[in-house]
């Protein structure tokens, strides 16, 4: 079976509906995402059968279960552009602008995009980098640097040095979610760089976490239960025009 988003298996009566998704969707908006999706399919007597499996096959498990419909987030790396999942992945791109654009507007525009440098991270990681670099074109940014931060503390902190070494000229940088983005801060401490004195961080998914951390950190939280909302509704083949998620706001701390 293609891997396409929200596809309807018509012909099966099943009342499930399958969302696949990559392990690197993880935290604040996808499960918000997942939230908005469940709530909706239960007011119109569905119920939601969650799969992360990476990158192993989807069709033994659309073949055992015969879902009514699938909303496959894990296909969106070929698909992206034209995926219906609700406005996600579209979304994904406005929801870049914002942090791109806070930290243009604080200043900066020479800026890292940092990506988790974990080996299964990397087909998503880079359709966000994809996303960021038209969304630094759209917004003044001039330069954007790719900023791989390890998972292992050790290598993180090794990492962000060499980075930092190489180009001193970068003043800020914008984190492909919060976990990543505590990494960083977690290595400019032990670097004894100053944040944001030396170097402004801002996160993506306003977790819970980053509020932990001293400063604050600055993220972006994105209306992503919306999103999950007009996926149900495409998924049943129902009208999703008056399901509008809302715009991304930043979150204010004191890293950015």
Do not use: C
Request: glycine fraction near 12%.
């Amino acid at each position: 079976m293609p891997h396409g988003v929200a596809r309807a298996l018509r012909e099966g009566s099943s009342r499930i509906v399958l969302l696949n998704l990559d392990p690197l969707f993880r935290g604040g908006s996808i499960d918000g995402y997942t939230r908005g999706l469940d709530d909706e399919l239960g007011r119109h007597g569905h119920v939601l059968l969650v799969r992360r499996a990476g990158g192993s096959p989807l069709e033994p498990v659309v073949d055992a279960v015969v879902p009514r419909a699938v909303v496959n987030l894990a296909g969106i790396y070929d698909e992206w552009e034209s995926a219906a999942d609700g406005g996600w992945v579209n979304g994904l791109g406005a929801h870049t602008r914002s942090q791109l654009t806070h930290l243009q507007e604080t200043g900066h525009v020479v800026v890292a995009f940092a990506l988790p440098g974990d080996v299964e991270a990397a087909p998503f990681a880079q359709v966000r980098l994809r996303l960021a670099r038209a969304a630094a074109a759209s917004v003044g940014i001039v330069q954007l640097e790719v900023l791989p931060v390890p998972r292992d503390v050790e290598s993180a902190r090794a990492g962000v040095g060499e980075f930092l070494a190489m180009h001193p000229e970068v003043t800020a940088v914008a984190a492909f979610d919060d976990v990543v983005a505590l990494r960083v801060l977690a290595a400019l401490r032990a670097l004894g760089k100053q944040v944001p004195g030396d170097l402004a961080v801002i996160g993506f998914d306003a977790t819970e976490h980053g509020a932990y951390w001293d400063p604050p950190l600055t993220s972006v939280r994105v209306d992503a239960e919306a999103f999950g909302r007009r996926a149900a509704r495409q998924a049943l083949g129902l009208d999703a025009s008056d399901v509008v998620p809302g715009p991304a706001t930043v979150v204010a701390g004191g890293t950015a």
